[in-house]
């Protein structure tokens, strides 16, 4: 086996891991189910009539009008209640995402100039839902006010129309989003969630990719001569599909779903090459390390599982604490995701995009340190070997 070519070996690896179905389907079908299942959960794009409870403590005309620019604004959805409690005990059950109330002598109070106060309450524990009810609110309100105003300068004698909302707004502020113009929060989390499922499924194929060699051949036997090249095969064979299944979720996202590419390709493939290669070594680590796989997949969860809470998608990397980040540069989806945005949607070159190559490179050291344990364990003796062999099988 030492003299094997390594075109034989790698073809070999190859019919290894067929012949694992768990391990088969981690590199084929099941990343594609996951994919899928995740943008169909997440397909809708917008969030579109949200609930909010409206407590019209008026019910005048203008809180009426003000009632009906909230349930006009396409993202929310009103329900009235006729107390403050009823509309809480709605919040509180989730079965709305805001309260708001409108004050009692909201009309006489708007018109002899005073300034009402309309109070809005929203549940923030939702935090994507939060921003939308919250945002949509504000913008229905700013509309709703400067029409009010409008139509108070028009009454006290300015008649042009444009003149009297020029009075009462006199700045105006043009908000335009640079990226996601379209507030998709598909393309936020699914371009963020799909990457953090893709590292855990990295990890897991190169833990199980190492213990099905040590269950059917055992690794003394297999790294026995040749230790580089038979590493190398190691390495090819689950990075190449995994490489392979990246380059279609990047490239479904934009072809397919329509999602922007304003970065270079090269740059996002060459990343997602080094970004397979960390993540199948930390798993060949794991598994090289402990010996056992149940004792493995076990650290391969606990160290890919929290990965989308530090990957600063969701929450600032700048304003996590010092072992947050500490933490999160470990995880080598962390640079990915940077990068993979940074080419998404800012069109990084390629000196803003180094740090985070030289980053995902870094993690290829992890090699020199499984093929020094692998050197290790292909040096002992023979009859230690065979012992081990039988240990390994009753553990697996």
């Not at 009008?65 to 509309?87: G, K, M, W």
């Not at 509180?92 to 309450?121: C, H, M, W």
């Not at 939308?132 to 009454?155: C, K, N, P, R």
Request: aromatic content about 10%.
């Amino acid at each position: 086996m030492n003299n094997t070519s390594f075109s034989s070996l790698l073809w070999q690896e190859w019919r290894l891991i067929v012949s694992d179905r768990w391990l088969a389907a981690l590199l084929g079908g099941l990343p594609l189910a996951m994919f899928l299942l995740v943008w169909a959960i997440f397909s809708s794009g917008t969030g579109r009539d949200l609930p909010i409870g409206v407590v019209d403590l008026d019910n005048s005309a203008l809180s009426r009008s003000l009632v009906r620019y909230y349930d006009a604004t396409p993202t929310l959805a009103v329900r009235t209640f006729s107390d403050v409690d009823n509309a809480s005990s709605s919040l509180n059950s989730a079965q709305t995402y805001a309260t708001v109330v409108i004050p009692q002598n909201f009309e006489k109070a708007t018109k002899r100039g005073e300034n009402p106060d309309v109070t809005a309450l929203y549940n923030s524990q939702y935090i994507l839902i939060g921003k939308l009810v919250s945002s949509a609110i504000s913008q229905a309100q700013g509309t709703f006010s400067a029409l009010v105003a409008t139509q108070g300068e028009m009454l006290h004698g300015t008649t042009v129309a444009t003149q009297a909302a020029g009075l009462s707004v006199p700045l105006r502020f043009q908000i335009v989003p640079l990226f996601n113009a379209g507030t998709n929060y598909a393309q936020f989390l699914v371009s963020a969630i799909i990457p953090a499922l893709w590292q855990i499924i990295l990890v897991a194929s190169g833990m199980l990719s190492m213990a099905l060699t040590d269950k059917r051949i055992g690794l003394e036997a297999y790294f026995r001569g040749a230790v580089v090249k038979k590493l190398t095969v190691k390495a090819l064979g689950s990075a190449l599909p995994l490489w392979l299944l990246g380059i279609g979720f990047a490239t479904g996202m934009h072809w397919g779903l329509g999602w922007p590419m304003n970065g270079d390709w090269s740059i996002l493939f060459a990343a997602q090459w080094l970004m397979v290669l960390a993540g199948v070594a930390v798993g060949s680590l794991l598994y090289v390390g402990s010996r056992n796989a149940v004792r493995a997949m076990s650290l391969v969860a606990g160290f890919t599982a929290p990965a989308f809470a530090f990957m600063g998608v969701s929450f600032p990397a700048s304003e996590m604490p010092f072992f947050a980040q500490c933490w999160r540069s470990m995880l080598p989806i962390s640079h990915y995701i940077t990068l993979q945005i940074g080419q998404f949607n800012y069109g990084a070159t390629l000196q803003q995009a180094m740090p985070a190559l030289l980053a995902l490179a870094s993690f290829s050291l992890i090699w020199l340190l499984i093929g020094v344990k692998v050197k290790r364990l292909s040096a002992t003796p023979e009859v230690a070997h065979s012992d081990n062999v039988k240990s390994t099988e009753v553990s697996s």
